[in-house]
């Protein structure tokens, strides 16, 4: 969230933070926002008696403040089909694995206990099924020999910063598209953009 009202400020960024939402009252990020200067509201799922009732209330604070497009960060709650079909083509989730390896919860233990030498994180489209939309960006990163999983999310949420802004300026400038269930990436690529891990030299004689 902080990234995003960061990247928001620069001047030609194709997209303005309107509204910061949570469903917890003591969450960091409304606190945050505030002193960024930005717009924030809280609908305490708690307080609704039942799911629908909460997300017609998130649906309503969103239309108030102008709101086009959703970007989800640490929001642990899983929508209804009403929900999503309302908004869809305009929900980004950053998830901490490369997708579709790792969906679900305890991303970075799971990469450690798989033995994996590259980890990462995405940014995707939001869809009725969990960690499964269509892929806008990824960033990956070395898994280190004596990596925990503590130091492990660390180096990946580094990334998260980077591909979140990256990814919301591409959806809000129009350079991605969401076509039948795909991304189409109106952009360059470096082609010989890679990570390779390990990347490291055998000291054995």
Request: hydrophobic share 45%.
């Amino acid at each position: 969230m902080a990234s995003l009202i960061e990247a928001a400020k620069a001047p030609g960024y194709p997209a303005e933070i309107a509204l910061v939402i949570s469903n917890r009252p003591d969450a960091e990020g409304l606190a945050r926002a505030a002193a960024a200067g930005v717009a924030t509201a809280l609908v305490d799922h708690k307080t609704c008696p039942e799911r629908e009732a909460f997300e017609r209330a998130l649906d309503g604070e969103l239309l108030a403040h102008g709101v086009e497009l959703l970007c989800f960060a640490g929001f642990m709650r899983i929508l209804t089909p009403w929900f999503i079909n309302r908004w869809t083509g305009r929900m980004l989730n950053v998830h901490p694995s490369l997708l579709p390896l790792f969906t679900g919860l305890h991303t970075h233990r799971r990469a450690l206990e798989a033995g994996m030498r590259i980890h990462g994180c995405t940014v995707h489209f939001v869809t009725p099924e969990l960690d499964s939309g269509p892929i806008v960006a990824q960033a990956a990163v070395p898994v280190l020999p004596d990596d925990t999983e503590e130091t492990l999310s660390a180096r990946v949420l580094r990334q998260e910063h980077v591909i979140y802004p990256l990814a919301l300026q591409l959806v809000a400038s129009g350079c991605v598209h969401l076509q039948h269930g795909r991304v189409e990436l109106e952009a360059d690529w470096d082609e010989d953009a890679a990570l390779v891990s390990p990347r490291a030299v055998c000291r054995r004689e």
